[in-house]
C-alpha cells in the first residue's frame, strides 16, 4: 500500500494527473475516446483508472497505442510508473482512496 501511495503521490506531484467527472461512450470508439486524450494532452503514455469494469470503455481504449484502462481493483505500483501520464474517472477517487487506507 506504502508503495502504491508513493508511486501515486509522485505522479500528482509532477502535475500528471488529470481527474474527469465521468467518460461515457455508449458503445466502443476509439475515436471518440482519442479525441478526449488528445484534447487533455494525453495520448501517449497514459494509465486510466475506472471505477468499475466498463467493457465499452475498455474497447475503445485497447486500440490506443501507450493506453492502458484499468478498473480499480487492478490498481497497482507497476502500471503507475510505467506509464507516465494517469487520467482517473471520477468514480474510481473513492475506490482508491478505500484501497490504500485498508
Not at 470503455?57 to 510508473?81: A, I, Q, T, W, Y
Request: hydrophobic share 45%; no cysteine; proline share 3%.
Amino acid at each position: 500500500k506504502g508503495a502504491l501511495v508513493s508511486a501515486l503521490s509522485l505522479r500528482q506531484k509532477e502535475g500528471k494527473v488529470v481527474i474527469l467527472d465521468k467518460l461515457e461512450v455508449a458503445k466502443p470508439s476509439t475515436k471518440a475516446v482519442s479525441k478526449v486524450l488528445t484534447s487533455l494532452g494525453l495520448l501517449k503514455g497514459t494509465l486510466v483508472l475506472i471505477g468499475s469494469r466498463d467493457m465499452n470503455l475498455e474497447k475503445s481504449f485497447r486500440n490506443l497505442d501507450k493506453v492502458k484502462v484499468l478498473p480499480v481493483e487492478g490498481l497497482n505500483v507497476r502500471d503507475v510508473l510505467r506509464f507516465p501520464n494517469l487520467l482517473i474517472l471520477k468514480s474510481a477517487l473513492e475506490a482508491i482512496s478505500k484501497r490504500v487506507e485498508a
